[in-house]
């Protein structure tokens, strides 16, 4: 079974190979179930590259100043398999 250390340890090995992050922040834990499966979600924060084209959200978070964007990384608890990667939008207040 995976514990949350060892989880946090694959969602930065994850965003440093897919996403090419090697600079990222841990801004979340918690355990949830993702399509029936019990996974650690992991949001992780990163330093918004401004060059790159985004969504709508993204931009208008580019608009208000956000240097940082946010990504969730679901982590089977048993498998430590990666099972999604997803766009983690912040509320605005």
């Not at 992991?42 to 084209?53: A, E, G, K, M, V």
Request: a negative charge; hydrophobic letters at 40%.
């Amino acid at each position: 079974m995976t514990d949350a250390k060892l989880a946090i340890y694959i969602a930065k090995q994850k965003a440093a190979e897919m996403l090419d992050q090697s600079t990222s922040r841990v801004e979340e834990i918690e355990r949830d179930s993702y399509k029936g499966r019990d996974v650690w979600s992991i949001t992780l924060s990163f330093p918004r590259d401004p060059s790159q084209p985004g969504t709508a959200a993204q931009y208008l978070a580019q608009l208000s100043g956000e240097p940082l964007q946010y990504k969730r990384f679901l982590i089977d608890v048993e498998t430590e398999e990666l099972l999604a990667v997803k766009i983690r939008e912040v509320a605005t207040q």
